[in-house]
Antibody
Framework: EVQLVESGGGLVQPGGSLRLSCAAS????????MSWVRQAPGRGLEWVAN????????YYVDSVRGRFTISRDNAKNSLYLQMNSLRAEDTAVYYC??????????????WGQGTLVSVSS | EIVMIQSPATLSVSPGERATLSCRAS??????LAWYQHRPGQAPRLLVH???TRATGIPARFSGSGSGTEFTLTISSLQSEDFAVYYC?????????FGQGTKVEIK
């Protein structure tokens, strides 16, 4: 059974940093693109970033590029999101999501339960 | 960026009735359209990809249709567990974008 479990969320002040983790199990982690998707309070879903199998390719939504860094450790079956220079508008539940193989674009076939990031003074 | 517009924002339906949800893209996304179900406090669940292909384990009462810019998700006979928020998402053009969601509530 595919499982994705996020951790690392919490309350942080504007300008601060936080590192999210996602522990994956139940599939060959190194075979899939992986993404982070977020949902701000009362808002819809927003794709944030994704990463290729061997970290050779990484992509970010414009609003986080230069502040967030996605990474992975295939030996530990783990996905990470380093978030720096956090802003109030980054407040959201952050989901780790797996991308199925064989698609030209990014969709998400398994998701974690999410971890809440609150940016406030 | 492709903008995805879902309608209605809220749909009130009685159990056993049919629900029809719409999703419109600001430009063609071909058939690269997915639908997700999101219940409060749970992980989102992929329902449909390729506009009309049900994901693994998804009941036959869920069906997707459309191509280009107009898409529909139909739930043929609503069950209690189907009351949730539904999102469409295009994966034809980067950045990947979602609609704002349709909440299906009990009438």
């Amino acid at each position: 059974e595919v499982q994705l479990v996020e951790s690392g969320g919490g309350l942080v002040q504007p300008g601060g940093s936080l590192r999210l983790s996602c522990a994956a199990s139940g599939f060959t982690f190194s075979s899939n693109w992986m993404s982070w998707v977020r949902q701000a309070p009362g808002r819809g879903l927003e794709w944030v970033a994704n990463i290729w199998q061997d970290e050779g390719e990484k992509y970010y939504v414009d609003s986080v590029r230069g502040r967030f860094t996605i990474s992975r450790d295939n030996a530990k079956n783990s996905l990470y999101l380093q978030m720096n220079s956090l802003r109030a508008e980054d407040t959201a539940v952050y989901y780790c999501a797996r991308e199925p193989m064989g698609e030209a674009g990014s969709l998400f076939d398994y998701w974690g339960q999410g971890t809440l990031v609150s940016v406030s003074s | 960026e492709i903008v995805m517009i879902q309608s209605p924002a809220t749909l009130s339906v009685s159990p056993g009735e049919r629900a029809t949800l719409s999703c419109r893209a600001s430009q063609s996304v071909s058939s690269n359209l997915a639908w997700y179900q999101h219940r409060p406090g749970q992980a989102p669940r992929l329902l449909v990809h390729g506009a009309s292909t049900r994901a693994t384990g998804i009941p036959a009462r869920f069906s997707g249709s459309g191509s280009g810019t107009e898409f529909t998700l139909t739930i043929s006979s609503l069950q209690s567990e189907d009351f949730a928020v539904y999102y469409c998402q295009q994966y034809n053009n980067w950045p990947w974008t979602f609609g704002q969601g349709t909440k299906v509530e009990i009438k």
